[in-house]
């Protein structure tokens, strides 16, 4: 079972997939002021360890490296969605969101980090970095997130979600997940002692997942959690994040009109109960109901655009 | 991960979704012959262990009472493929099919077991019962699969298994696993420090699952397997059946003629694929190719008509 208690526990930043493009002038001027600015409080990552800013760093490099090409070079986010607080400066989060150009097959990259300060002396920490692709292919999206709560224990999330119901597409699963082997990374961590199985407490974050997902707990006293992310995490998630943007992100897929719309409606449906499952019951825990708002009122905007 | 060899193992009896009638009296005296034998050779459960076998008969004796008036009383099956071993005589099968009245929202209720000698000495013994439904409702399917390839541990597979994608139609999640707290079951059994969650080397078997799913592996040298059985496997079991029968096989759901094809065509897709993931490879290896094209011929045959 998880180490962190459900009513903390956010999954926040991931499977959001606002669809916003910059229609005019103004909001680019406005997001290029902000951009450096999120950009750089982004990627200071101030309370991740050491080698979980140099993964998040490299994964983000990466992906400037191969898709920056296909993405606006400014967040999507206004400046005070890029980076908030709450009044007793106990919890602090980072967002940075990068929309694809209508050219290209990504809907939006996003990164991100929470930090908050918990009851019991110590503290949370989120990081996250997850890729969407637009309806133009059914091909996954990318997601990673890491949650610590204490230095002995860490939590990842690290999986290509399915675009489609893998029971009623079985080509899906066999061309995504088997052919490509992808339950191998999932196979070599949770063989490592220190790693035992995670469980969510949502049932619709498991049920969003694939098969070949990896939700484990590392929790080690004679191997550090930083040796163990160096060692055997990183490798994983560069990997994938690899396997991602040329099997998926950049690959083009025949996508008929149908296929289209059920792909759209689908992602319809993980926005709102994305917002209801994760964002409407913790934001407002962590940051206070009126920084809460802000932001789900930021991000239900572009949802509904 | 899975005490059993992924080359062993075998989901064979679960998941099929026959859609058979008896539409003529040849069938019906033929059945009806074929009964009792059937059934009676599928009760003698002659290689599980006893608190299995008791296990079994109260599940079996539960449907006889509580749904026996709403399903056929003989077996759909030809006698052959009641009951059926391979010539070595180092495996047996053994499979009650029942179909639902045409009245009633059971589509078939399948019971059975399969044993055979593992080439290192040991043995593999396989129980299984489940319950499907027709597309009059969209209810759950009831699925328990015992596998027990060492007298120190077993694998235990027991859900209600989903019938729509829980992405597309979040109130189905929430109706039937969020609200009923499903979970609570999972989380008992997996407190246990006997127990420890199991993958099944099928991607498809994962993801056919629902998340309140229980996956797990029994292992144990301080408390038998038999205790763990009796103690805390048997009354997670009958929960569940009892369950599933109150609310699943015997509430009637407002299903209209677009959500019945959808659920159709999800079944169909379930029962195809089901057959080429685990008839298919797993049949001719454990009884050889005549006898695995003799069973898979017949199931094959209800499954197109």
């Known amino acids: 079972m998880a180490v962190i208690s459900p009513n903390v ?80 400066r106990t919890a602090q989060a980072s967002l940075h969101l990068r929309s694809g150009l209508p050219s290209s097959q990504i809907d939006l990259v996003l990164g991100g980090w929470i930090h908050c300060k918990l009851p019991s002396g110590g503290a949370l920490s989120i990081t996250s970095l997850s890729a969407y692709l637009t309806s133009s292919t059914d091909a996954p999206h990318f997601l990673l997130e890491l949650i610590q709560s204490s230095p002995t224990s860490l939590v990842l999330i690290l999986d290509l979600t399915p675009r489609k119901d893998l029971i009623l597409y079985p080509e899906y699963l066999k061309n995504y997940y088997e052919d490509t082997q992808l339950d191998r990374h999932r196979q070599r961590l949770q063989a490592l002692p220190e790693v035992t199985p995670y469980y969510s407490p949502s049932l619709y974050i498991r049920a969003v997942l694939s098969p070949t997902a990896i939700l484990v707990t590392l929790a080690s006293e004679s191997k550090s959690i930083e040796q163990l992310i160096e060692d055997d995490i990183s490798p994983i998630a560069k990997d994938l994040l690899h396997f991602w943007i040329e099997s998926c992100a950049c690959l083009a897929r025949e996508v008929d009109a149908s296929e289209r719309a059920y792909l759209a409606e689908r992602d319809r449906v993980i926005k709102n109960k994305t917002i209801e499952v994760d964002l409407g019951s913790s934001l407002p825990r962590l940051f206070g109901q009126e920084i809460a708002d802000r932001v789900l009122d930021a991000l239900k905007e572009y949802y509904n655009k």
Chains 1, 2 share one sequence.
């Open 9 to 88: 526990l956010v999954h926040f930043p991931v499977i959001t997939t606002p669809k916003v493009r910059f229609t005019g002038s103004r909001s680019k001027v406005r997001c290029s002021n902000s951009m450096d600015y999120g950009k750089a409080k982004m990627m200071e990552f101030p309370y991740a360890s050491a080698p979980i800013k140099k993964l998040m760093v490299e994964l983000l490099s990466t992906v400037d490296d191969k898709l920056g090409s296909s993405l606006h070079a400014t967040s999507t986010l206004p400046s005070h969605v890029q980076h908030f607080g709450n009044s007793t």
